[in-house]
């Protein structure tokens, strides 16, 4: 009885504090949450190196922002994305057909925050931009997350709700910057995925009105930060039924985080569970002689070699993590303006592997996900 109140009571203890506000007497609370009710960023008391603080409005300027959301109606996978630097605002949303291997790209890019509206934050907020190829708006409430998107090859409408615990982490970032971040798994409470006539997924060139169903799966990922000039990334990401039903939502990362806290978790039927550090290994590939170079919306000829993920199990830990990625397409897009560039993939592909949680074992094999390679200059 002793052992099982003192196991009780350490579970208590250990689970994630819930924050009022993010930034407290100026700022930000590092660590791992279970949730932050206020993204309160421009509370935050920055410097110049002078020490003389930043005015509200540089604040505003240097924080950099972004939304990604990912929904899965098989055979379809529909990936799209806002994000902000201020100096730039970027768009895109791409289909992916699961059957055919076929990928549609729409993307758009505009100044500073033209025609862009950035309120609020992933519980109580609201983030749209528009432009002639591609228009969207994402709105944000405790409970659930709407979409509402326009481009010209597919439109979508969603609701999406909130059912499982996020992971929000909040850690230092170089000298004086921190980053916040949570993501979620999510499910379509109602919406439809409309491809257009001219859409390369059009069947006779007419036109198709598909619902999302019940089993219809989506995930967040909501970015905001004060981060380094130059910043880099990788990111695995995995939204699936397993073989025995259970719905298993993976996300792991390398290269945003400088400090023991990680945000990496996986989620068993909502039931998140916290994943360390890992390491991703990726061999480049080279393309064959005479190749030509992949624009934004290609994707490479030669065949891209697998990549290792994996976690360094030092004996103290119950946690195993041994994964295999290997490519079938990607979304790719560089834009170089001197002080600002990105390098920017995002790999369709296959993950192969086992996760341990202690004596529990998931197996992956061939399960599609994303992983992502990302450089930014900001």
Same mark, same amino acid.
């Given at each position: 009885?002793?052992?099982?109140?003192?196991?009780?009571?350490?579970?208590?203890?250990?689970?994630?504090?819930?924050?009022?506000?993010?930034?407290?007497?100026?700022?930000?609370?590092?660590?791992?949450?279970?949730?932050?009710?206020?993204?309160?960023?421009?509370?935050?008391?920055?410097?110049?190196?002078?020490?003389?603080?930043?005015?509200? !409005?540089?604040?505003?300027?240097?924080?950099?922002?972004?939304?990604?959301?990912?929904?899965?109606?098989?055979?379809?996978?529909?990936?799209?994305?806002?994000?902000?630097?201020? #100096?730039?605002?970027?768009?895109?949303?791409?289909?992916?057909?699961?059957? *055919?291997?076929?990928?549609?790209?729409?993307?758009?890019?505009?100044? #500073?925050?033209?025609?862009?509206?950035?309120?609020?934050?992933?519980?109580?907020?609201?983030?749209?931009?528009?432009?002639?190829?591609?228009?969207? *708006?994402?709105?944000?409430?405790?409970?659930?997350?709407?979409?509402?998107?326009?481009?010209?090859?597919?439109?979508?409408?969603?609701?999406?709700?909130?059912?499982?615990?996020?992971?929000?982490?909040?850690?230092?970032?170089?000298?004086?910057?921190?980053?916040?971040?949570?993501?979620?798994?999510?499910?379509?409470?109602?919406?439809?995925?409309?491809?257009?006539?001219?859409?390369?997924?059009?069947?006779?060139?007419?036109?198709?009105?598909?619902?999302?169903?019940?089993?219809?799966?989506?995930?967040?990922?909501?970015?905001?930060?004060?981060?380094?000039?130059?910043?880099? !990334?990788? !990111?695995?990401?995995?939204?699936?039924?397993?073989?025995?039903?259970?719905?298993?939502? #993976?996300?792991?990362?390398?290269?945003?985080?400088?400090?023991?806290?990680?945000?990496?978790?996986?989620?068993?039927?909502?039931?998140?569970?916290?994943?360390?550090?890992?390491?991703?290994?990726?061999?480049?590939?080279?393309?064959?002689?005479?190749?030509?170079?992949?624009?934004?919306?290609?994707?490479?000829?030669?065949?891209?070699?697998?990549?290792?993920?994996?976690?360094?199990?030092?004996?103290?830990?119950?946690?195993?993590?041994?994964?295999?990625?290997?490519?079938?397409?990607?979304?790719?897009?560089?834009?170089?303006?001197?002080?600002?560039?990105?390098?920017?993939?995002? !790999?369709?592909?296959?993950?192969?592997?086992?996760?341990?949680?202690?004596?529990?074992?998931?197996?992956?094999?061939?399960?599609?996900?994303?992983?992502?390679?990302?450089?930014?200059?900001?």
């Amino acid at each position: 009885m002793m052992n099982q109140h003192y196991s009780e009571q350490t579970a208590k203890a250990s689970k994630p504090a819930v924050l009022e506000q993010l930034i407290q007497n100026g700022q930000p609370v590092f660590g791992v949450f279970s949730h932050v009710k206020n993204i309160n960023y421009l509370d935050y008391h920055s410097h110049l190196i002078s020490q003389k603080s930043l005015p509200t !409005w540089r604040k505003a300027l240097k924080a950099n922002q972004f939304c990604f959301i990912q929904i899965i109606e098989p055979p379809y996978r529909i990936c799209l994305a806002l994000a902000t630097i201020k #100096l730039a605002t970027s768009a895109f949303v791409y289909i992916y057909n699961e059957d *055919t291997e076929q990928l549609e790209v729409c993307e758009a890019l505009q100044p #500073l925050t033209l025609q862009t509206q950035l309120e609020g934050d992933c519980y109580q907020g609201r983030m749209a931009f528009t432009h002639a190829k591609l228009s969207m *708006t994402l709105s944000f409430t405790p409970s659930q997350v709407s979409v509402l998107l326009d481009s010209h090859c597919i439109g979508v409408k969603a609701t999406l709700v909130r059912q499982a615990q996020p992971l929000v982490v909040c850690t230092p970032t170089g000298r004086r910057g921190w980053t916040f971040t949570q993501k979620e798994p999510l499910t379509a409470l109602s919406g439809h995925l409309f491809i257009k006539a001219h859409s390369k997924f059009a069947v006779e060139a007419q036109a198709q009105h598909i619902d999302f169903t019940a089993s219809s799966v989506a995930n967040l990922d909501w970015t905001l930060g004060y981060m380094r000039h130059e910043t880099n !990334w990788f !990111w695995a990401c995995i939204n699936h039924y397993l073989a025995d039903g259970r719905h298993f939502v #993976l996300n792991l990362a390398m290269g945003v985080n400088e400090t023991g806290a990680s945000e990496n978790a996986c989620w068993l039927d909502g039931q998140i569970s916290y994943l360390p550090p890992v390491m991703f290994v990726r061999d480049e590939c080279k393309p064959s002689v005479g190749q030509q170079a992949a624009s934004a919306q290609t994707t490479e000829t030669s065949t891209p070699k697998p990549w290792r993920i994996y976690h360094q199990n030092l004996g103290w830990s119950t946690v195993h993590i041994d994964l295999t990625f290997t490519p079938i397409m990607a979304y790719k897009k560089t834009d170089n303006f001197g002080v600002v560039a990105s390098i920017f993939e995002q !790999w369709i592909g296959f993950y192969s592997g086992e996760i341990h949680l202690g004596e529990r074992v998931i197996t992956l094999d061939k399960v599609i996900g994303l992983a992502e390679d990302h450089f930014a200059k900001w």
